[in-house]
């Protein structure tokens, strides 16, 4: 029995190295170990920037700027903006209609030209002419120069109003806004007549009254 407890006993020398191994693997780990451990780390967040915000930096495999970018919203621009599609703006030049739809006789066939070309290329009609129009009002300075009735030739055009207004030279020009397409061409039913000229010496036959009738709103004109 003796002999089988001393043959298992350790050295004096090796139970001190054995303690040792058992005191070291208990210490915390090495400055070294830790940063490698800190390297190989999978996660990395971007750190906030003097600049505002996360500056559209990656990292961690998720991206910041997309979530900030979607916070951001403002609910009043929002608002705002639906309230902007509402309001259009709206370009005329006016004369007094005996000019614009008796005298000027190139007038007839510019309007009939791009209602053709709009009809062969499926665009929306967006020029209108408007007897007595109701934004007048808002032009004290222009109806105080008018003769009456007057004729407006509206559209939301802007360029091409420019271009008309160069066209047809006697006529005023402005711009306005509406919150809708009837109110933007709202007119005073007023029933118009040219008389005819006693001498007509053009190669061609006078215009016929009433052709600015293709060109106005529907029911426009309706006499109360």
């Known amino acids: 029995m003796l002999l089988a407890l001393t043959s298992t006993a350790l050295s004096p020398a090796a139970a001190v190295a054995s303690a040792s191994d058992h005191h070291h693997s208990l210490a915390p780990p090495s400055t070294n170990h830790t940063a490698a451990v800190r390297r190989k780390s999978p996660l990395r967040l971007p750190s906030l920037s003097s600049a505002g915000g996360w500056g559209g930096r990656r990292g961690g495999g998720f991206e910041v700027a997309a979530a900030s970018g979607v916070a951001s919203v403002d609910v009043g621009e929002i608002g705002g903006s639906e309230q902007e599609q509402q309001v259009k703006k709206y370009y005329f030049v006016v004369a007094n209609a005996k000019f614009m739809l008796d005298e000027e006789e190139h007038f007839r066939e510019v309007m009939f030209e791009r209602l053709r070309l709009y009809g062969e290329r499926n665009m929306e009609q967006d020029f209108w002419l408007v007897i007595e129009p109701k934004f007048l009002v808002k032009f004290p300075n222009i109806t105080k120069r008018l003769k009456r009735p007057a004729v407006a030739l509206v559209s ?11 066209r047809l030279d006697r006529v005023l020009a402005e711009s306005y806004e509406a919150n809708s397409f009837e109110d933007a061409l709202a007119s005073t039913p007023t ?34």
């Open 156 to 166: 939301t055009n802007g360029p091409w109003i420019t271009f008309m207004k160069l």
């Open 191 to 224: 029933k118009l007549s040219f008389e005819k000229p006693e001498k007509w010496v053009a190669p061609y036959s006078k215009y016929e009254s009433g052709w600015w009738e293709s060109f106005l709103l529907p029911g426009s004109q309706k006499l109360q």
